[in-house]
């Protein structure tokens, strides 16, 4: 699976949308990007996943680059609960390894 | 249902201790997962059940022994842990081993004394 990196850290003001950049260069044709994010003390929690096309859920929206080597996870309006560690994972379909890497640790500030 | 249950939340064990930590899931996952995170880290995967069979053991020492008596539940037996092995445990579940879509539970704060 290819490699992906993250900023260790973001900030990001309640009610604003919170950006959050990951790069896989090395990415694969039959590899799919994931993002999870894990609030402090609890599992993680899936968010929204893609291939090459852009995708829009409930929770959040992932633009992917033309090239794939990059993505960019969006939380339109970012409140405090979102506070969390984002997680952005590259897996082709039928990998069973879910392997996460250190994150972004953001902070949405009142 | 979409939750994956771990009991206990936390567990506080002698190195001569014998315990286990129980993960239950009702979806119909067919995929499990065993997680251990120490603080600050992310989770680090240890075991993959798929199909009640282990598939993949990423090279976890002896002292931990899973188990999947059936597609719900799954099992992580402990004994004769290190201080070094206190850490969260995390399970999850997925539809499939080749469904990344993964639910996890709250997990299990072990501390080994």
């Known amino acids: 699976d290819a490699k992906t990196t993250q900023p260790p850290s973001m900030d990001c003001a309640e009610g604003r949308a919170a950006n959050l950049p990951c790069n896989h260069s090395?990415?694969?044709?039959?590899?799919?990007v994931y993002w999870y994010r894990q609030i402090h003390s609890q599992g993680p929690q899936y968010i929204i996943h893609?291939?090459?096309n852009n995708e829009t859920n409930e929770m959040a929206s992932l633009i992917i680059t033309e090239d794939r080597k990059s993505s960019t996870l969006i939380l339109p309006h970012a409140t405090l609960r979102d506070t969390a560690v984002y997680y952005c994972?590259?897996?082709?379909?039928?990998?069973?390894?879910?392997?996460f890497g250190e994150g972004t640790q953001l902070t949405v500030n009142p | 249902d979409t939750e994956v249950t771990q009991t206990p939340k936390h567990l506080v064990m002698g190195m001569t201790n014998k315990k286990s930590l129980k993960c239950e899931q009702h979806?119909?996952?067919?995929?499990m997962y065993w997680y251990k995170q120490k603080a600050k880290k992310p989770p680090e995967l240890m075991f993959v059940?798929?199909?009640?069979?282990?598939?993949i053991n990423e090279s976890v020492p002896s002292r931990f022994s899973p188990e999947c008596p059936n597609s719900s539940l799954l099992n992580l037996h402990l004994h004769a842990l290190q201080p070094e092995d206190s850490a969260l445990y995390l399970c999850?579940?997925?539809?499939?081993?080749?469904?990344?879509?993964?639910?996890f539970g709250q997990g299990t704060r072990l501390t080994v004394v």
């Open positions: 999850a579940s997925s539809q499939d081993r080749g469904a990344s879509e993964a639910f």
């Open positions: 090395t990415i694969s044709g039959n590899e799919y």
């Open positions: 893609g291939l090459k």
């Open positions: 994972i590259v897996i082709e379909t039928s990998g069973s390894r879910l392997t």
């Open positions: 979806m119909g996952h067919r995929a």
């Open positions: 059940y798929s199909y009640e069979k282990l598939s």
